[in-house]
């Protein structure tokens, strides 16, 4: 069975913190993806990155960067330099080769404040 | 990038009535959409996968009679919610998922009063 955990519920920082992200994960899929998906308070899902269990390289974009390490069955997410436009709900998610349903970790509730 | 296009993004509707909600993929032909629900500060739940040209899958707990859910094209799937209640307020929202990437429409906030 698919599990996405994501321990933090809310998280609460000043702007130009910076703040990571945990996520947790249980597949026996070996070939499977990694999501991250931003949901401002629109509800719209904005998709961040996309990750395959082949891949372990470590990404930067701008102010993001992701941590993906198979060893802990992590793909953790920090965002530096904090911006109050940073704060949504942030998912996690995780889909495999073989069943292509996402599965969505619980979320964490990022509030940045000025 | 692959679009999913979701319609209504806001629906009100009495007690007793039916709604439906479409979901078009605009750049890519689904043969599998997903329709998730989320209650307001909780996660996105996966309600059923919707197959083009057969019967969608449910997953554990959801109504199938209350939910219908039809994917008559490779490029629209539909869900109705049947006799809608209050409990059944909530955010829907659908994605399809050429090639393990996942995208998703803008979702639909409905409210039953």
């Known amino acids: 069975a698919q599990k996405v955990t994501q321990a933090q519920t809310e998280i609460s920082v000043v702007e130009k913190e910076d703040v990571t992200l945990d996520c947790v994960y249980e597949?026996?899929?070996?070939?499977?993806?990694l999501f991250w998906y931003k949901q401002p308070p629109s509800g719209e899902l904005v998709f961040l990155i996309r990750?395959?269990?082949?891949?372990?390289q470590n990404e930067i974009s701008g102010r993001y960067s992701w941590n993906f390490q198979k060893s802990t069955s992590s793909f953790n997410f920090t965002i530096t330099a904090s911006q109050v436009v940073d704060s949504a709900v942030y998912f996690c998610?995780?889909?495999?080769?073989?069943?292509?349903?996402?599965?969505f970790g619980t979320g964490t509730r990022l509030q940045v404040f000025p | 990038g692959a679009v999913v296009s979701q319609h209504p993004s806001r629906v009100i509707c009495k007690s007793g009535t039916s709604v439906k909600i479409e979901c078009r993929s605009l750049?890519?032909?689904?043969?599998?959409m997903f329709w998730y629900r989320q209650f307001p500060k909780q996660s996105l739940m996966l309600m059923a996968t919707s197959n083009e040209g057969s019967k969608a899958t449910y997953e554990q707990g959801v109504e199938k009679d209350k939910f219908l859910i039809n994917h008559a094209s490779l490029t629209l799937s539909t869900l109705t919610v049947t006799s809608a209640h209050p409990e059944d307020s909530s955010f829907y929202i659908c994605?399809?998922?050429?090639?393990?990437?996942?995208?998703f429409g803008q979702g639909t906030r409905l409210t039953v009063v």
């Open positions: 990750r395959n269990s082949f891949d372990e």
């Open positions: 994605s399809a998922s050429p090639d393990l990437w996942a995208f």
């Open positions: 998610a995780l889909t495999t080769y073989n069943t292509d349903k996402l599965i």
């Open positions: 750049d890519f032909q689904a043969t599998t």
């Open positions: 597949t026996r899929d070996t070939t499977y993806y």
